[in-house]
Every structure is written in C-alpha cells, then in structure tokens.
C-alpha cells in the first residue's frame, strides 16, 4: 500500500518503477549456468539489488570482475560488521583475508542470513576469482589486502577526531573507490584516475551511509557500532548514543548537520572524477550511486528522523535516478537540484550554516558553470503536477494490470 499511495502522490513516479521492475526481472533472467558464477551472481541481487541492477549494464568481462571485486569486499565487510566475532579472532582473518580468495576451500561462519550464506560458500567466489584475468586479480588482491589491514586497525581503535574519520573511511570505501579505478583502466576502457579522486568518490558514498545508518549502527547487538568522529558529536552530547534521545532532538539534529556539511566537502571532487570518465557504461555505474548518495544527504539535512528510524529517497524517485542519469548534464543537473533542495533547509541559526552554505554554494556553482543545466529536464524538484482524478485511476488499472502480469511470468 506504501508504494501505491507514493504513486498516488507522485503520479509521474509510474513510468521508471515499471522500467525498474522488468530490469531487475531482466537481470534474474542473466544468472549464468556455471555454478560458480550462478551464485556469485544471484549472492549480489541477495545482498545488493540496486548494484546488481547497475552493475549488469557493464561489459562481461569488466562486470564479472567488479561483480567478484564487491562479493569479496562484502565478505570481508562482513567478517568486520559481525560484533560477536572476538577481537583475537577477527583480526587475524581480517589481515589475511586477500590471501583466501585463492583458497578455493576457505570459508568461514559468520554473518546473519544472506551474508552467512556468503560466507558458508565462499568457495564460489574463490573459484570465480580464479577464472579473471590477471590485472583484475592483482586489483582486487591488493585493495582487499589494504581494507582488510585498515579494518584491523580500526578494530582497536575509535574513530577520535574527523582525521580518523576520513582515514576510517578511506579504508572501508576510497579503497573501493581506487580499486574501481584499476578495473576500469584494466579493461581498457577508461585512463587510470587520481587516488585522490577516486578516495573521493568512496569517501562520499561511506560519510553518505554512515549518517543514514546511525540508528541502525548504534543499536547494534552485542555492541553497538561507532563511526561518527568524537571530535565532531562530543560537541553536543556527552555520549555518542544521547543523540537518539527525545530530550536531546535540538542538539541531535544540529550534530546531524554538521555531518552532513563534512560529506559535502567530496562532491566537487566527485563531479570531477565523472567528468573525466568516457565509457557510457562506467559512467552509469559510477554516477547513479552519486546521485543516490546527494539525494539521500537532501533527505537526511536537519531531520530528527535520522535518530528515530530509516531516512531514505522514496522508491519512485530511486527509479527515476536510475532511469534518467544517463549523462554528465543530467548528473550536473540532479545534484544542482538536491543541493537546492538542501540550501532551502539551511537554518541561518544552525552553528554550521555558514560553513555548509559555503560548500553548497561552491556546488552549485560547479553546476552552473557546466552550462548545462538548460539542456536538461528537472525532475528531482518540480511543481506538483495538476493529475485529474480520472488519470489517476487510469494509472492504478494500468499498474495492476502489470503488476498482475509480472506474477502471472513468475509462477
């Protein structure tokens, strides 16, 4: 019911969840016959549907290794989420964790549904792995070996100051982000980008998660999970987890703010590295998560809701994003539109206003200066469109019409 009222709502939102519909059927329908790469590929729709999605438009060979590259990453991610692994145990898999994607009998039990099952099986990834090429290999080896000894490192220590942060971060996903670089240059599509940048684009999807995630991170069992620097929320509350509570909403949602206007300091880097990328495929890849990631932060901006449950852009919106970021116009033009969207909830009584309205202004600029922000249709923000009540029962019949179709395929 959620989802028809959101369409009710946003009628316009139809069109792109029906196309997001039949490609994620597409990509069921793209499962390879070999055991092996079956399950690295039905493991990736389990623990990622909208990477999967996005994933599948790239070409077979550089897909295959980015596919493996992610599955062992999230294995190892796992192995670090799990807070009832013991520190003596953890940290030793976490350092020789690039040395078992070689080992087609490793596996090792840890993990909670979709990502036990990850793990139980790894012997599926391992063997996969071994069918790459060799560059792709040497890629995701080192990078793995990188997150897996930054990992470790954080284990034993706290994310203190916004130094840490970044650092933290760039262990768990700039990695991600320079080991994507590599595969893109291995497959001969794209030249080798900056560390720097490429640090960036990892750096802006993690800050991005990480505020989204705070309930979820802070509640976790046995032990709750801490990523927001000290130096930063130690200015409002004398406890990381005060933030969650009711009496503490003023200073919570200022705190949140400030986070928020820390990840803002990646996107003009972020504009940068997808401006210079040729391969269409590659661009989609890397720029829809952007996207998500800017639209999420416009969501998250000055709201209590990020301490009381979920934050996110609602699914309709999600699959325009997907459906219509298909050049660096659109992506100039979604992230002038979030940023508009984030400005307008800028209170000039925040204690960080003028810092976040510098950083907003520096991107809009960006945008502006691209000279492309005419040539392209808005649909991020725009008027509530005048739907007559007639049209919209017109939508529903269409909408259940397909939605019947689609379980008439799948049965």
């Not at 009222?5 to 519909?21: E, G, Q, S, T």
């Not at 012997?123 to 290999?137: C, D, I, N, R, W």
């Not at 930054?150 to 080991?179: N, P, R, S």
């Not at 249709?377 to 739907?387: A, F, L």
Request: proline share 4%.
């Amino acid at each position: 019911m959620g989802t028809l009222r959101a369409i009710l709502k946003n009628p316009d939102d139809l069109y792109p969840l029906i196309k997001l519909k039949l490609a994620s059927r597409h990509a069921e329908k793209q499962i390879p016959p070999e055991p092996h790469w079956g399950f690295c590929y039905l493991m990736l729709q389990k623990v990622s549907r909208s990477f999967a999605l996005v994933i599948q438009q790239l070409p077979v060979e550089l897909r295959d290794a980015v596919c493996i590259f992610y599955l062992v990453l999230r294995a190892l991610d796992t192995v670090e989420d799990d807070t009832s692994i013991p520190t003596d145990v953890k940290v030793p898999i976490l350092i020789s964790f690039h040395q078992h994607v070689y080992d087609r009998e490793w596996h090792f039990a840890c993990g909670t549904k979709e990502y036990k099952v990850l793990m139980d099986q790894f012997h599926h990834v391992s063997t996969a792995f071994l069918e790459l090429g060799k560059l792709y290999q040497q890629a995701i080896e080192d990078i793995t070996m990188r997150m897996g000894a930054g990992m470790a490192k954080f284990i034993c220590k706290e994310v203190e100051t916004t130094d840490d942060y970044d650092e933290y971060c760039h262990y768990v996903a700039g990695l991600v982000g320079l080991g994507l670089s590599k595969l893109f240059h291995a497959s001969g599509t794209e030249d080798l980008a900056s560390d720097s940048l490429s640090n960036s684009m990892g750096l802006f999807l993690q800050k991005t998660n990480i505020i989204r995630d705070y309930l979820e991170d802070i509640n976790e069992v046995p032990k709750c999970r801490m990523f927001w620097p000290r130096e930063i929320w130690s200015k409002y509350v004398n406890k990381l987890e005060d933030l969650k509570y009711e009496e503490n909403s003023v200073k919570a949602v200022q705190c949140l703010n400030e986070m928020v206007t820390n990840a803002l300091s990646h996107v003009e880097d972020c504009l940068t590295y997808m401006f210079n990328l040729r391969d269409p495929a590659i661009f989609r890849f890397c720029a829809i998560p952007q996207v998500m990631a800017i639209g999420t932060l416009a969501m998250c901006y000055d709201n209590i809701e990020v301490f009381r449950g979920v934050v996110k852009m609602r699914r309709g919106l999600t699959a325009k994003v997907i459906d219509r970021t298909k050049t660096m116009a659109d992506v100039y033009g979604a992230f002038f539109d979030f940023s508009c969207m984030l400005k307008s909830k800028v209170n000039n009584n925040d204690p960080n206003a003028t810092k976040t309205l510098k950083r907003l202004d520096a991107i809009l600029k960006t945008c502006r200066d691209s000279e492309t922000l005419n040539k392209r249709k808005s649909y991020i923000i725009r008027s509530e469109p005048n739907y007559s009540p007639v049209l919209i029962v017109v939508i529903f019949i269409i909408l259940a019409i397909i939605l019947a179709q689609l379980s008439g395929n799948r049965s």
